[in-house]
C-alpha cells in the first residue's frame, strides 16, 4: 500500500496535515515532526544533510519497504528535495516528492549571503526574545500580507508554544543560505517531483514561474496553502497520485 509522508514548515508540527490526511482515507498517510520541532526537542542535527538522516531513521521504522511518497511544505518542502535528490540515504521506496511553497535554491552568492545574514537575524531573535513578540513581527513578513489580523493572531496563539533557542538552531542548520540549488536536478532525475502553490503565494507563484517550473495551484489559499484550503489541496494531490499511478504502471 502507498504511503503518503507529510513534512510540516519551520514553527509547526505534524499536527498540522491533520485536516489533510482526513481528506485522504484511502492512503496511508503518515506526518513526522521535524527536528527540534514537536516531540522532537532533542533530535541531534546541525545542517541539511543530519536532517535528512534523522528523517531517514524515522522513514525507516515508520514506512518498513513499503512505497512511499514524500510531501512538505516551506521548509519541510525543502528538506524533501535534499533527502530525495542529494542525501546519503537508500531512496529504493521513494516514489516522488511534492513540495508546497518552497524554494528550491538561490542562484548567486549575493542572494546566499544576503539570506544568511536575514536568517542569522530571526535566528538571533527567536532565541534571545519571547516567541509571542518575535512571532508578531515574523508574521507580518511579505509573504503573509494576504493574512488577515484575526488569521495572523490565531497563528501567533498555535506557534507560540515552540521554544525559541530551538527553532534558532534549525533556522541555521537549515538556512536557504546553506541549501543546494536543485532546480536543474527536478528537470533532470527520474524522480518525479511536483510543486503545489496556493494562489495568494505572489512570491512563489512568481518565482515559479519565473524559474518555468510547472505547478498545481491551490485555490482560496496564500504561502500555507494545506492549512488554508485542506480539501482542494487534498483533492489535487489526491488526483496528482492517481495520474502518476496509471503513468507508472
Not at 531512496?91 to 542572494?111: F, I, P, W, Y
Not at 542569522?120 to 518575535?134: C, G, H, L
Not at 543546494?180 to 503565494?201: A, H, Q, T, W
Given at each position: 500500500?502507498?504511503?503518503?509522508?507529510?513534512?510540516?514548515?519551520?514553527?509547526?508540527?505534524?499536527?498540522?496535515?491533520?485536516k489533510?490526511?482526513e481528506?485522504?482515507?484511502h492512503?496511508?498517510?503518515?506526518?513526522i515532526?521535524?527536528?527540534?520541532?514537536?516531540?522532537?526537542?532533542?533530535?541531534?542535527?546541525?545542517?541539511?544533510?543530519?536532517?535528512?538522516?534523522?528523517?531517514?531513521?524515522?522513514?525507516?521504522?515508520?514506512?518498513?519497504?513499503?512505497?512511499?511518497i514524500?510531501?512538505?511544505?516551506?521548509?519541510?518542502?525543502?528538506?524533501?528535495?535534499y533527502?530525495?535528490?542529494q542525501?546519503?540515504?537508500?531512496?529504493?521506496?521513494?516514489?516522488?516528492?511534492?513540495?508546497?511553497?518552497?524554494n528550491?535554491?538561490?542562484d548567486?552568492?549575493?542572494?546566499?549571503?544576503t539570506r544568511?545574514?536575514?536568517?542569522?537575524?530571526?535566528?538571533m531573535?527567536?532565541?534571545?526574545?519571547?516567541?509571542?513578540n518575535v512571532?508578531?513581527?515574523?508574521y507580518q513578513?511579505?509573504?503573509?500580507?494576504h493574512?488577515?489580523?484575526?488569521?495572523?493572531?490565531?497563528?501567533?496563539?498555535k506557534?507560540?508554544?515552540?521554544?525559541?533557542?530551538?527553532?534558532g538552531?534549525?533556522?541555521?542548520?537549515?538556512?536557504?543560505?546553506?541549501?543546494?540549488?536543485?532546480?536543474?536536478?527536478?528537470?533532470?532525475?527520474?524522480?518525479?517531483?511536483?510543486?503545489?502553490?496556493?494562489?495568494?503565494?505572489?512570491?512563489?507563484?512568481?518565482?515559479a514561474?519565473?524559474?518555468?517550473?510547472?505547478?498545481?495551484?491551490?485555490?482560496?489559499?496564500?504561502?500555507?496553502?494545506?492549512?488554508?484550503?485542506?480539501?482542494?489541496?487534498?483533492?489535487?494531490?489526491?488526483?496528482?497520485?492517481?495520474d502518476?499511478?496509471e503513468?507508472?504502471?
Amino acid at each position: 500500500m502507498l504511503t503518503l509522508v507529510f513534512l510540516h514548515g519551520l514553527l509547526g508540527s505534524k499536527t498540522d496535515w491533520q485536516k489533510v490526511i482526513e481528506n485522504l482515507p484511502h492512503f496511508r498517510c503518515i506526518s513526522i515532526d521535524l527536528p527540534l520541532h514537536g516531540a522532537e526537542q532533542n533530535a541531534n542535527i546541525s545542517d541539511f544533510e543530519s536532517s535528512a538522516q534523522f528523517l531517514a531513521k524515522k522513514i525507516r521504522c515508520l514506512v518498513g519497504k513499503e512505497p512511499y511518497i514524500l510531501i512538505g511544505y516551506s521548509l519541510g518542502g525543502r528538506l524533501a528535495l535534499y533527502y530525495a535528490y542529494q542525501a546519503k540515504i537508500d531512496r529504493t521506496q521513494l516514489k516522488a516528492v511534492v513540495a508546497e511553497g518552497a524554494n528550491l535554491g538561490l542562484d548567486s552568492v549575493e542572494e546566499r549571503l544576503t539570506r544568511w545574514l536575514h536568517d542569522q537575524k530571526w535566528a538571533m531573535r527567536f532565541s534571545n526574545e519571547t516567541m509571542e513578540n518575535v512571532l508578531s513581527d515574523w508574521y507580518q513578513q511579505p509573504i503573509f500580507n494576504h493574512l488577515s489580523e484575526t488569521e495572523r493572531r490565531l497563528l501567533i496563539l498555535k506557534r507560540k508554544h515552540n521554544r525559541g533557542s530551538h527553532i534558532g538552531r534549525m533556522l541555521m542548520a537549515t538556512s536557504l543560505a546553506r541549501q543546494p540549488n536543485f532546480y536543474s536536478k527536478v528537470r533532470s532525475d527520474s524522480l518525479p517531483f511536483f510543486y503545489f502553490c496556493g494562489e495568494r503565494d505572489r512570491k512563489f507563484c512568481t518565482l515559479a514561474r519565473k524559474k518555468g517550473l510547472p505547478f498545481t495551484l491551490i485555490e482560496q489559499a496564500g504561502h500555507n496553502a494545506h492549512l488554508e484550503n485542506p480539501l482542494l489541496f487534498a483533492q489535487k494531490l489526491d488526483a496528482l497520485i492517481a495520474d502518476l499511478t496509471e503513468y507508472q504502471v
